[in-house]
């Protein structure tokens, strides 16, 4: 752990002289115009954030540190006889900016499997929770429960340096994400298994862990569970899930607070939600229809019903993606390659054939195709894990990789409290007058 931190330190300090040396030189430059619509309009397309995890493409997708996902698959480490990278070297490779060697990636898996054991009375908490309560929230309650653990909240009321706020954040961050699976899996144990929960194998990496104490111990749902993990870890720094977690750590909230924040905005249905819609939908014109296997005609019909009643069409759209999602494209990969005749998964693939132009025509959507949780549901049910309001819990547990990288870099260099300014239309009208 030390070695780690001393490699993150000397990239921290070297970053830090950089931008202090550009914003010298160059602190003055504007990066563009805000105009009217784009107050009142969910701030779409103004530049406002530094996030150093990832950057997003509306054409090319995103890319981890300049990597690609297909690259990522490519040149990550795998588990041993596996072919998908296993998440914990992207955490590696968001943290160091740099590709980690196997050696970096076994280091972050032992670490995690060290710091795993969540206490009694996070348990405790969910368990206080009525059976119906969606799993998010008994996720996030979990979370909240584990801030008593918080290094930073407890050297922080005893009086810490600024200087050393990055390597607290960076001791919660870990064993934030360490315990994360545990709280995952006890969940879903809890909720749909009668309380039947697996202990944890010490042996096992990140998400192979996962995948084991919820009960499914097929290889190909770990190597599902290893590509999820990665695909979802990150978006760059603007969605509702990091932007918050950013916004609510820099008001020095702790990794446990900021990231509990940020997964209430992924429970939200346009947000990280929409991969339990997704699967809801299809179900419903599955039952409607009355078939598994629906023609395009049909599909096309209940796109249409859907949208007649004021609906959107979950996993269809984005904010700033302007293309098939790289990440709906891999989870089609790893369907090609291991259950090319599942009819729900053929289903999703008749789905993207037929909803795109029919959103096109509507002319108002700015992107008509797929994004990641237009497909993630057929894998995981294909596999069994039907219960689709569990979900958004598994997108949560691969976001905490992206947002807490990004919550150590916030706080190694220093970035302050974010404070954007509003206005009232009122104070519009008048600006408007030229009062
Ligand atoms: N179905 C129907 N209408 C849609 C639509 C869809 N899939 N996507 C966008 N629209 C509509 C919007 O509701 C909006 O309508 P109004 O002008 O009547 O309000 C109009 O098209 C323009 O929207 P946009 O600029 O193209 O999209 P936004 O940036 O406002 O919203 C998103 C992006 C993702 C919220 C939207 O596409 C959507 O609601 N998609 C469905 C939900 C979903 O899949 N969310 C998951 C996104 C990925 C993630 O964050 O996890």
Known sequence: MDILKERFKAKA???????????KEHGNKKVGEVTLSQVYQGMRG????????????????????????????????????????????????????????????????????????VPAHVFDAIDALPITTHPMTMYVVGVMA???????????????????????????????????????????????????????????????????M???????????????????????GGNVSA????????????????????????????????????????FEMQAEIGSDDPTPEQIADYVQQTLKSGKVVPGYGHAVLRK?????????????????????VKTVWKIYETVPPILQSLGKIKNPWPNVDAHSGALLVHFGLKEYEF??????????LGVLASLIWDRALGFPLERPKSVTTNAVKMWLEGK
């Open 46 to 117: 103004i530049t406002g954030l530094v996030t150093e995890t990832s950057l997003l493409d509306a054409q090319e997708g995103i890319r981890f540190r300049g990597y690609s996902i297909p690259e990522l698959q490519e040149k990550l480490p795998k588990a041993k006889d596996g072919s998908e990278p296993l998440p914990e070297g992207l955490f590696f490779l968001m943290l160091l900016g740099e590709l980690p060697s196997e050696e970096d990636t076994n280091k972050i898996t032992s670490i995690l499997q060290r710091r795993s054991h």
């Open 243 to 282: 932007h918050t977690t950013h916004l609510v750590g820099s008001a020095l909230s702790d990794s446990y607070l900021s990231y509990a924040a940020g997964m209430n905005g992924l429970a939200g249905p346009l947000h990280g939600l929409a991969n339990q819609e997704v699967i809801k939908w299809i």
């Open 146 to 212: 584990l801030q008593t653990e918080s290094v930073f909240a407890k050297k922080y009321a005893e009086g810490l340096n600024k200087k050393d706020y990055w390597d607290a954040t960076f001791d919660d961050a870990l064993t934030l994400i360490a315990r994360l699976p545990r709280i995952a899996a006890y969940i879903y144990r809890r909720k749909y298994k009668n309380s039947e929960h697996i202990q944890p194998n010490g042996l096992l990496d990140w998400s192979g862990n996962l995948a084991h």
């Open 214 to 236: 919820m009960g499914f111990n097929d290889e190909r749902f770990h190597e599902l569970m290893r590509l999820y993990m990665t695909i979802h870890a990150d978006h760059e």
């Open 324 to 344: 098939t999602d790289p990440r709906f494209t891999a989870q089609m990969e790893f369907g090609k390659k291991h259950m090319p005749d599942d009819k729900l």
């Open 13 to 23: 300090d070297a970053a830090a002289a950089e931008i202090k040396d550009l914003l």
């Open 391 to 400: 979900y958004t819990v598994l997108f949560a547990v691969s976001r905490a």
